[in-house]
């Protein structure tokens, strides 16, 4: 016997769906304050799995540790897309006849955009993407439900360990990509299309500043903390069985690359507005 | 089992992944096809993939397009703002947004699905009931990620070129008839066509990687964990060989 029909079904339905967004949004808020509070637990309680878990983020484990793990990945990003400058930027304005100021478009695009946002992209397809799948593994198999009768504080031991390695891992992971990014531009510029390394070092640094930078830097420890932050909720959180893992994966890396890219549209036009801090004329 | 050596790994691992891409070949085209699989499998990337791939684009395209738009207007050259766009969009940005997010979000999600099956022996339950895992799991996902990476490639194009038009346009103050005129200077339909070519190619490689690496976890949780890391970087590899070989062949079509 089914209850008889409510007067309204569609406003119940609603209104059941928005009290439920706005629950979930309470539970995702909750878990990221639990998880950042716990963070001190890992650093006092569980300091060599916090350690454990930065070496196997950064160098990765079996067969990816022989080609250097997320750092390897990262470096690979930013080649093809250090490429994907130089053939651009050079074509349009070789197209114009200015193609000295290529440099320009190095020292511009590779730590306004490229760095950030690439970099964290690849923290998020490849820990981000591995912490949800061993979280909801774990999930799933009730091996988080053994260590809380354990005693472990899983929030910290689990989540709070990851959170300080990815923001370990993000300073040096930008460095690296920074670098990669403007050699490989460089290396297209100087030896593909045979531009004078005077040339272009001359522009590159007259359009290089370091408060760029220094910004790229602080953006991708902010987005190594959310990336981390979402991918452990999903993770933590999976239910469903193993296709519930998948699906907790694909949701986890949607919702952080949506979050990845609308944070770096956010801060490009905060910090660079309208004209872009261009002075040609000096 | 015979005792193999160490260095004779790396090789099995890929004659392993080629015998298990031919057998999904050879079922793609045999007649019991998993529709319904099949179909919940493309949603489900569709919906995974969707909205981050139009995010993207709308990003990464005008923010490009910006910059370099405000070199070109100080030097006065803006009706040319069109013909960068075009190269970066269609021949570059469209091609890489799709591997970004087919391999980081779609391809992940498939392989810890298997990868956590594989764990909790339900392979080899299907195995032991006579199901064909590589036809009723395999052939339906690798078939709605090359579906839906030969769609994403298109959609990522159209968006990036709007998304380059309104900034140009509204921001930069490039005459839109401009914009038009000069989007076809240095791209052309052989590079349309490469393009969407890359993207299927790459789709079908990314199913197969995420398949092949989710039926051969190993190792508990941290087993799946790791094999959604090697996913990732088998994929963005496989972008940069297909990337190059595409590249190679247009070269030689354009000569």
């Not at chain 1, 007067?7 to 439920?20: F, M, N």
Request: contains cysteine; neutral net charge; hydrophobic residues 55%.
């Amino acid at each position: 016997m089914s209850a008889p029909t409510a007067r309204a079904p569609w406003l119940i339905r609603g209104l059941r769906s928005v009290v439920a967004g706005w629950n979930h949004i309470g539970d995702q808020t909750a878990f990221y304050i639990r998880a950042i509070i716990s963070i001190k637990d890992a650093l006092i309680y569980y300091r060599t799995e916090t350690i454990r878990v930065i070496a196997q983020m950064s160098m990765g484990v079996g067969a990816l540790a022989l080609i250097g793990g997320t750092i390897a990945i990262v470096s690979f990003l930013l080649i093809n897309t250090g490429f994907l400058i130089a053939i651009v930027g050079y074509s349009q304005t070789a197209n114009l006849g200015v193609e000295a100021l290529v440099g320009f478009f190095s020292a511009y695009v590779n730590p306004r955009l490229a760095a950030p946002l690439i970099t964290a992209i690849g923290l998020a397809a490849t820990i981000g993407a591995g912490a949800t799948a061993q979280l909801g593994a774990m999930r799933i198999s009730e091996e988080i439900d053994a260590l809380d009768v354990m005693g472990v504080r899983t929030m910290a031991y689990l989540v709070a360990t990851r959170l300080v390695g990815s923001v370990v891992l993000a300073i040096p992971l930008c460095c690296i990509s920074l670098l990669v990014g403007f050699l490989s531009t460089q290396f297209l510029v100087q030896f593909t299309y045979g531009q004078s390394s005077g040339i272009y070092d001359h522009y590159f640094h007259t359009f290089l500043q370091p408060t760029d930078v220094l910004w790229a830097m602080i953006q991708v420890v902010v987005q190594g903390i959310v990336v981390m932050l979402l991918h452990t909720y999903f993770g933590f959180n999976a239910s469903g069985g193993p296709a519930g893992v998948g699906e907790a994966t694909g949701r986890a890396v949607r919702a952080s690359l949506v979050v990845l890219t609308l944070v770096t549209a956010a801060v490009g036009l905060a910090l660079y507005g309208r004209s872009g801090n261009f002075h040609l004329s000096g | 089992m015979a005792v193999h050596h160490p260095a004779a790994k790396p090789l099995r691992e890929i004659g392993a992944f080629i015998a298990m891409s031919l057998d999904t070949f050879v079922e793609l085209v045999s007649s019991p096809w998993a529709w319904r699989e099949f179909i919940h499998q493309s949603w489900f990337t569709a919906r995974v993939s969707l909205v981050p791939a139009i995010l993207l684009a709308i990003v990464f395209n005008a923010f490009v397009i910006f910059l370099l738009d405000v070199l070109i207007l100080e030097i006065g050259a803006a009706d040319n703002s069109g013909t960068g766009a075009a190269l970066a969009v269609v021949a570059q940005i469209g091609p890489a947004i799709t591997v970004l997010v087919i391999g980081g979000a779609a391809a992940t999600a498939m392989c810890a699905d298997l990868g956590a099956r594989t764990i909790r022996d339900e392979i080899d339950a299907m195995r032991v009931m006579g199901i064909d895992p590589i036809q009723r799991l395999v052939v339906p996902r690798v078939a709605a990620l090359t579906l839906n990476s030969f769609l994403l490639s298109g959609l990522g194009t159209m968006v990036g070129l709007f998304a380059d038009l309104c900034f140009a346009v509204y921001v930069s103050g490039v005459n839109p008839g401009s914009y038009a005129a000069s989007l076809t200077l240095l791209i052309g339909l052989p590079d349309v066509i490469i393009a969407v070519i890359k993207a299927t190619l790459f789709g079908i490689a990314a199913g197969l990687i995420a398949c092949y690496k989710g039926f051969t976890v190993g190792g508990g949780p941290q087993g799946v964990g790791t094999a959604v890391n090697e996913t990732v970087v088998y994929t963005f590899m496989a972008l940069y060989v297909i990337n190059t070989l595409l590249s190679a062949v247009l070269a030689q079509v354009q000569h």
